[in-house]
């Protein structure tokens, strides 16, 4: 049985940005609406006890007072952020809605410079692709410099991927009801169920949220709740979806 403010969640919400210097990032849509639903949703109820809003500087924030917002940037300070809070609190719960990078920005040249270090070894044998990564990494334009100028010529950027956030929240919270977030466009009904069901059992998650791009709006947002029978419950607003997950935390913790 629940106890009164027994429970600690964490819901990340928004998006996250890399930097490209000090002044220029990637960042994607993000917004936290979703998110922000969900931590006041969780609020209301008379079973939580910490709840944890992991955001962008710029993403929308909970009303209540009673949510706790801890703000981040990049997926590097997610995991940190994400790992300090499951080593001081036992974490019951986990909505991950937040839109994360994934890539990250490893180096930044021009062709000018990239083309001059190829032509130098043109002489050279080996991998191609070796030695274009490697040329970005000793052209490199950031080192020592805060922001890149604006008469660079034709900046090149070479990105590689971040860590997965996801499959980190099973190791780090083994008990919590893990509800991971699933966006696509354009898809069929039954590719969007698919591919949710894939992310739910690869990133051994409790839930999935599907949605796809062409059935959100301001005043509609569908989203289908897939577990991993393939049960699903579908919503028509955001508040429904915040409503239906808070829901679904309570439930699966009460038969545990």
Same mark, same amino acid.
């Given at each position: 049985?629940?106890?009164e403010?027994?429970?600690?969640?964490?819901?990340?919400?928004?998006?996250?940005?890399?930097?490209?210097?000090?002044?220029?990032r990637?960042?994607?849509?993000g917004?936290?609406?979703?998110g922000?639903?969900v931590?006041?949703?969780l609020?209301?109820a008379?079973?939580t006890?910490?709840?944890?809003?992991?955001c962008a500087?710029?993403s929308?924030r909970p009303?209540?007072k009673r949510v706790?917002c801890?703000?981040?940037? =990049? %997926?590097?300070? #997610?995991?940190?952020a994400?790992?300090? !809070?499951?080593k *001081?609190?036992?974490?019951?719960? @986990?909505?991950?809605?937040?839109?994360?990078?994934?890539?990250?920005v490893?180096s930044?040249?021009?062709?000018?410079?990239?083309s001059?270090?190829?032509e130098n070894?043109s002489a050279?044998?080996?991998?191609?692709q070796?030695?274009?990564?490697?040329g970005?990494?000793?052209?490199?334009?950031?080192?020592?410099?805060?922001?890149l100028?604006?008469?660079m010529?034709?900046?090149?950027?070479?990105?590689e991927?971040?860590?997965?956030?996801?499959?980190?929240?099973?190791?780090?919270?083994?008990?919590?009801?893990?509800i991971g977030?699933?966006?696509l466009?354009?898809? =069929? %009904?039954?590719? #969007?169920?698919?591919?949710?069901?894939? !992310?739910l059992? *690869?990133?051994r998650?409790?839930? @999935?949220?599907?949605n796809?791009?062409?059935?959100?709006?301001?005043k509609?947002?569908r989203?289908y709740l897939?577990d991993p029978?393939?049960?699903i419950?579908?919503?028509?607003?955001?508040q429904e979806?915040?409503?239906?997950i808070?829901?679904?935390?309570?439930s699966e913790v009460?038969?545990r």
């Open positions: 049985m629940i106890t403010r027994s429970m600690n969640i964490i819901v990340t919400a928004g998006g996250t940005s890399e930097p490209i210097d000090n002044v220029r990637i960042a994607n849509t917004t936290g609406r979703l922000s639903l931590a006041d949703e609020a209301e008379d079973w006890d910490h709840i944890f809003y992991v500087k710029d929308i009303v209540s706790t801890v703000e981040i940037q =990049s %997926v590097a300070d #997610l995991q940190e994400v790992t300090e !809070l499951t *001081k609190y036992v974490i019951h719960g @986990v909505v991950h809605s937040m839109a994360v990078s994934d890539y990250k490893r930044v040249s021009t062709i000018d410079s990239l001059e270090y190829l070894r050279e044998t080996g991998d191609l070796k030695k274009i990564v490697q970005m990494d000793e052209t490199d334009l950031r080192e020592g410099v805060g922001k100028s604006s008469q010529g034709a900046p090149l950027l070479l990105l991927p971040t860590p997965k956030i996801l499959p980190m929240f099973r190791e780090m919270a083994p008990q919590a009801v893990i977030f699933k966006l466009s354009q898809v =069929s %009904v039954e590719e #969007l169920f698919d591919t949710a069901h894939r !992310l059992v *690869k990133n998650c409790d839930f @999935v949220l599907a796809d791009m062409t059935e959100i709006d301001e509609h947002h989203g897939i029978e393939r049960k419950q579908t919503f028509d607003t955001k979806i915040a409503k239906g808070v829901q679904t935390i309570y009460e038969h």
